[in-house]
């Protein structure tokens, strides 16, 4: 059974740092691309970061390029999320997901985690 469990979520102040982490099992890791997205409460999910867990290509939304960063370690099987200089904007619950062929920001992924929730204190 393939699952994917985000971690790391949690209250930070604004302009503050957090880092998500997304452990996969089930799954041969080197084979997917990693996929990160949020959602806010009534209003559709969005697809922020993704990477290539074998050739640690990685792309971004521009909402999000320069403040987030993504990185795999395929020795644990789990892919990170960095987010940095924190905003009001970035509140929400964050997903992970898992796809076969190449990387994507849509929502067309294979397998998803249950998200973790950050929250962000003025």
């Known amino acids: 059974e393939v699952q994917l469990v985000e971690s790391g979520g949690g209250l930070v102040q604004a302009g503050g740092s957090l880092r998500l982490s997304c452990k996969a099992s089930g799954l041969w890791f080197d084979d997917y691309h990693i996929g990160w997205f949020r959602q806010v409460p009534g209003r559709e999910r969005e697809g922020v970061s993704c990477i290539g867990t074998s050739d640690g290509d990685t792309y971004y939304s521009d909402s999000v390029k320069g403040r987030f960063t993504t990185s795999s370690d395929s020795a644990k099987n789990t892919v990170y999320l960095q987010i940095d200089s924190l905003k009001p904007g970035d509140p929400a619950v964050y997903y992970c997901?898992?796809?076969?062929?190449?990387?994507?920001?849509?929502?067309?992924?294979?397998?998803w985690g249950r998200g973790t929730q950050v929250f962000v204190s003025s």
């Open positions: 997901a898992a796809r076969l062929y190449g990387c994507s920001l849509r929502e067309d992924y294979d397998y």
